[in-house]
């Protein structure tokens, strides 16, 4: 298993295997999100308080989940190559900062849009926006760091050590709408979620669809960092040689 890990490790594999796998994760992508889409738009019923103006939801729910989702996935990845020096584990942590912190203003945005019918405001101080705002913050600065060092190694040090110390404010959204009284309605999904079946079902379909698409984002973006890192190695100038012939 080790000697897989260490294989799969290498720059050259990686990079092949994120090419292999960048059309597994797009077709699968578009299908769900089509289908999702339908789903959502044509085949889920109208909310008997809030109407169509709920259907926002299924970009809202699956973008804030992915939003945390991504933060673990990236203080994990930067934690492992923070411990046991593996440069791939590193490139993901690195890449799946902007694909989070876009995940997390499409959360934000679509709640404020939902929050002003909803609550008469655009932005309210409450507790699951302020920390989901928090997570925009700990992504931003994520990034900052990355950039703040000419020596990737260190960059990479500095900046899993900000996303491990980070996923405190993982819990606290999750939380929040538990621990304060909040404004914000509770989970949308499990115990308490939504009933009908049609609406979980489109709920479900575009989670899957993020979740392909920020495996697709990742496959794409860690190609280009890892042909940036090895842009000396020459299997890169090979590579490069037959993509330009």
Partial sequence: ???????QASPKVFYSTCTRLIPWFFWPFISFLIIGLYWSLVVSPADYQQGDGYRIIFIHVPSAILSMMVYAV????GGIGLI???????VVAKVSAPIGAGFTIIALATGAIWGKPMWGAWWVWDARLTSELVLLFLYLAYMSLNSAFDNPKTAAKASSILAIVGLINLPIIHYSVVWWNTLHQGYSVGTGGIKDPDMQIALALMFVASIFLYALYVSIKARTEVLVREQNSRWVQEEVRSLVS
Avoid: D, P, S, V
């Fill in 84 to 90: 046991w020096q593996i440069k791939m584990a590193e």
């Fill in 74 to 77: 990236m203080a994990i990845a």
């Fill in 1 to 7: 298993m080790w000697k897989w890990i260490q294989r």
